[in-house]
């Protein structure tokens, strides 16, 4: 069994500053499997980030996915008040056949 | 435009059972393998189940094997997932969601899911 496994737990910034969330898996996996997501409250979650760097369609480019083997990043350039979410990794192909990290929370500092 | 639309979720005793609907519109339904993700109340996200574009592969996580069922029904552009012996730690929002055309392996697509309350 893959386990995704996310640092920090929660994570306080401003508005401007650099967020960088991480993503470590139990086992190396391929990059194409690899995916990240936001969730506000009360909303479904929302794909960001596909194959470990590339956005998903209308994504902004403040977003960006780095990463190979066991280690994944996230990386938001300069937040905005609206990226204070939930953000959480998801594997593909290994057993289960999905599974997610237990999330980062970003919140305002 | 793309949507999906989760239905049937609800209060059932422990030991009963339920049947959700995903209903599909604004994209060629049977190209797509779909999933089943849920979210216990304050938890994080779990997937539960998928199946694939044609249904002939499906596939469950641990916690539901054996006692759920997922199917799809192309004509109808809707998938469903029977969940039967229902527990108290299958209180969740169920969302469906699409996954991406390869080689986009992640979820694109998410219905606002139903929650579904397991307790006497």
């Known amino acids: 069994e893959i386990v995704l496994t996310q640092s920090p737990g929660t994570l306080s910034l401003s508005p401007g500053e650099r967020a960088t969330l991480s993503c470590r898996a139990s086992?190396?996996?391929?990059?194409?499997?690899l995916a990240w997501y936001q969730q506000k409250p009360g909303q479904a979650p929302r794909l960001l980030i596909s194959?470990?760097?590339n956005r998903a369609t209308g994504i902004p480019d403040r977003f960006s996915g780095s990463g190979s083997g066991t280690d994944f990043t996230l990386t938001i350039s300069r937040l905005e008040p609206e990226d204070f979410a939930v953000y959480y990794c998801?594997?593909?192909?290994?057993?289960?056949?999905?599974?997610f990290g237990q999330g980062t929370k970003l919140e305002i500092k | 435009e793309v949507h999906l639309l989760e239905s049937g979720g609800g209060l059932v005793q422990p030991g009963g059972s339920l049947r959700l609907s995903c209903a599909a519109s604004?994209?060629?339904?049977?190209?797509?393998?779909m999933h089943w993700v849920r979210q216990a109340p304050g938890k994080g996200l779990e997937w539960v189940s998928g199946?694939?574009?044609?249904?002939?592969?499906?596939y469950f996580a641990d916690s539901v094997k054996g006692r759920f069922t997922i199917s799809r029904d192309n004509s109808k552009n809707t998938m469903y997932v029977q969940m039967n012996s229902l527990r108290a730690e299958d209180t969740a929002v169920y969302y469906c969601?699409?996954?991406?055309?390869?080689?986009?392996?992640?979820?694109?697509?998410w219905g606002q899911g139903t929650t579904v309350t397991v307790s006497s």
């Open positions: 199946i694939s574009n044609s249904g002939g592969s499906t």
């Open positions: 998801q594997q593909y192909a290994g057993s289960p056949l999905y599974s």
């Open positions: 969601a699409k996954r991406g055309a390869y080689p986009v392996y992640g979820m694109d697509v």
């Open positions: 194959g470990a760097s």
């Open positions: 604004g994209f060629n339904f049977s190209n797509y393998a």
């Open positions: 086992q190396s996996l391929s990059s194409i499997y």
